[in-house]
């Protein structure tokens, strides 16, 4: 039997609570946050006073409609209050943000990774934490990666990086000095859609990804699904297509075959014998090209595939759909709702389908936010 286990902490002293609920519902009325937690008016406001004195958080006025009286005051988290640093690591790349306490994203940066060996990656986000430094220090780093993860320290296996059992965290904190969070790059960005992006205030949904692989990822009442088999083939080999091209595995039609940018790029490659780029494949469908154009419309079909998938098994509504092959989603969109409608009951609730078009900086955003998550009991019991 496998064990469900959440990102977050399952237990929080009162305090954390208090700060979590502010973070990802505020601003929100003490009366209500008093409701979501279960305490009485008078316990509340004694846990909040701390949190007010330290600056984490802070009265908003809200002047009520339309009614006399002294205005309501709802409790917010004060953003600025601490500045974190999120770092997305590819096989070629580190793609790097900055971040309040609402991971709202400020500066961004990205180097190259010249090589994968753990020195030189080291080396990389050294530097990349170095350029977007400013007067405000860094809390905490976040860094997100493809592969497996244990205790948000260690990377025990990433296939993108040829990594086993590599103690990031250690080695980064040995020449930075700063507290370091390692974690999946989709149980990261699942948390940052949950807590701050487009599925904040949903308690269930999935999430999918598209480009280079494909990725999934569940939050099931307000907490990420996650396993020890995280980051292990996480919806890379869905089977789609029983007539589709084999993935590099020799898997026929699976969803690394049909989804991913260098599967779509290589079947369109044999077809014309040269090569293209993503954006010339995405241009010559755009065209009416007579192999790009059929290649993507697959594409769309196997898309809707695996989202009426996901939605069906998980029984979820809600789904997040990322990644830079979101490229191809005004070409293919009409096969792909023709593929959902096919595969999903007509009585079912409708999929409501939110698009993140940002790209990378939404990874690195999503290692910001476990960065946040992993310090806000720090942050709360200290204050």
């Not at 004694?46 to 007010?52: K, S």
């Not at 250690?170 to 000095?177: C, I, M, S, T």
């Not at 089977?239 to 049909?258: I, N, V």
């Not at 998938?309 to 990644?323: D, I, M, P, S």
Request: proline share 5%.
């Amino acid at each position: 039997m496998v064990l469900l286990e959440a990102v977050e902490p399952r237990f929080r002293a009162p305090s954390s609570e208090l700060a979590r609920e502010v973070l990802i519902n505020g601003p929100i009325l003490r009366s209500d946050l008093s409701q979501r937690l279960g305490l009485s008016l008078a316990t509340l406001t004694r846990l909040v006073r701390p949190l007010l004195d330290s600056g984490l958080l802070v009265e908003v006025t809200e002047q009520p409609d339309g009614a006399m009286g002294r205005p309501a005051k709802p409790l917010d988290v004060r953003a600025d209050a601490r500045q974190f640093i999120g770092i997305k690591l590819t096989g070629d790349a580190a793609v790097a943000v900055t971040t309040d306490l609402k991971a709202t994203v400020g500066r961004r940066a990205e180097r190259p990774l010249p090589d994968h060996d753990v020195s030189t990656v080291v080396d990389v986000i050294v530097e990349l934490v170095h350029e977007l430094s400013n007067e405000q220090p860094f809390c905490t780093v976040g860094i997100s990666v493809g592969g497996a993860v244990s205790n948000q320290r260690v990377v025990d296996r990433s296939s993108y990086l040829g990594w086993n059992s590599v103690p990031l965290a250690d080695a980064v904190e040995e020449r930075l000095g700063i507290p370091v969070t390692v974690e999946n790059d989709l149980v990261a960005l699942a948390a940052a859609e949950h807590w701050f992006g487009r599925a904040r205030g949903l308690s269930s949904f999935a999430v999918i990804t598209i480009g280079a692989g494909v990725g999934y990822s569940l939050v099931m009442y307000d907490n990420v699904v996650s396993t020890t088999d995280r980051g292990f083939g996480r919806g890379f080999h869905f089977p789609l297509d029983p007539t589709g091209p084999l993935c590099f595995l020799g898997h026929r039609g699976c969803s690394t075959a049909m989804l991913t940018i260098p599967s779509i790029r290589s079947q369109v490659e044999v077809g014309i014998g040269a090569s293209v780029t993503f954006a010339e494949v995405l241009q010559l469908a755009r065209d009416d090209h007579p192999v790009a154009l059929p290649v993507l419309q697959a594409a769309g079909r196997a898309l809707g595939h695996f989202i009426a998938a996901v939605t069906n098994l998980a029984l979820v509504q809600h789904l997040v759909l990322a990644g830079e092959g979101l490229a191809m989603l005004p070409i293919v969109e009409e096969e792909m709702w023709a593929a959902i409608r096919a595969d999903r009951d007509p009585e079912a609730d409708a999929i409501d389908l939110r698009l993140d078009e940002e790209g990378f900086p939404s990874w690195a955003r999503g290692a910001a936010a476990v960065a946040i998550q992993r310090t806000l009991d720090t942050l709360a019991m200290t204050a």
